[in-house]
T-cell receptor
Framework: GNSVTQMEGPVTLSEEAFLTINCTYT??????LFWYVQYPGEGLQLLLK?????DKGSNKGFEATYRKETTSFHLEKGSVQVSDSAVYFC???????????FGKGTKLSVKP | EPEVTQTPSHQVTQMGQEVILRCVPI?????FYWYRQILGQKVEFLVS????????KSEIFDDQFSVERPDGSNFTLKIRSTKLEDSAMYFC????????????FGPGTRLTVT
């Protein structure tokens, strides 16, 4: 069945460092891919998405490219800020009714 | 900006008791979902709901679980007889358009079963 694997956390970076959070997936067909972010005490928020191969999703300085050949959707940001500290979830579209399949989440802490 | 709300934020209950978790989806959305996350594990899909009926459910969503949209605004998840392993964070989500898969999540209810 469909599944998502993302790198274990926690990840601790200094402000302005480069961020990569790896995400790979297993799926039949052509799923859409997502990154969700959860700030402390809040719900999951859609950060970016890509709906087909080679699409690049981007938002708030974060980017991820849908790579079908490597079945990956790695999240990157060139210069992280303290306010980016959160848990990041990679997900793909699963069933016919739109349910999402999530990875375990990666906690990011950015130090000033 | 419209948002999904959930109540309560934290619920503590004894094993065997019934609990009802409540959600108010975004008002013009048509598709509703429940997910859960056991501490340290993945966010898992439980059930989707459309047009006043369950459209899809996972293996987790057994006879102990039920969902309801009792009025035009609330969407509830009931666990009939809670077990210790039901302790988790439960997230409600809603979507206006199925094809985009863009789901808007609530802040979650932390359920603790003792």
């Amino acid at each position: 069945g469909n599944s998502v694997t993302q790198m274990e956390g926690p990840v601790t970076l200094s402000e302005e460092a480069f961020l990569t959070i790896n995400c790979t997936y297993t799926a039949t067909g052509y799923p859409s891919l997502f990154w969700y972010v959860q700030y402390p005490g809040e719900g999951l928020q859609l950060l970016l998405k890509a709906t087909k191969a080679d699409d690049k999703g981007s938002n708030k300085g974060f980017e991820a490219t849908y790579r079908k050949e490597t079945t990956s959707f790695h999240l990157e940001k060139g210069s992280v800020q303290v306010s980016d500290s959160a848990v990041y979830f990679c997900a793909l579209s699963g069933g016919s009714q739109g349910n999402l399949i999530f990875g375990k989440g990666t906690k990011l802490s950015v130090k000033p | 900006e419209p948002e999904v709300t959930q109540t309560p934020s934290h619920q503590v209950t004894q094993m065997g008791q019934e609990v009802i978790l409540r959600c108010v989806p975004i008002s013009n959305h048509l598709y509703f979902y429940w997910y859960r996350q056991i501490l340290g594990q993945k966010v898992e899909f439980l059930v989707s709901f459309y047009n006043n009926e369950i459209s899809e459910k996972s293996e987790i969503f057994d006879d102990q679980f039920s969902v309801e949209r009792p009025d035009g605004s609330n969407f509830t998840l009931k666990i009939r007889s809670t077990k210790l392993e039901d302790s988790a964070m439960y997230f409600c989500a809603s979507s206006g358009r199925l094809q985009t898969y863009e789901q808007y999540f609530g802040p979650g209810t932390r359920l603790t079963v003792t």
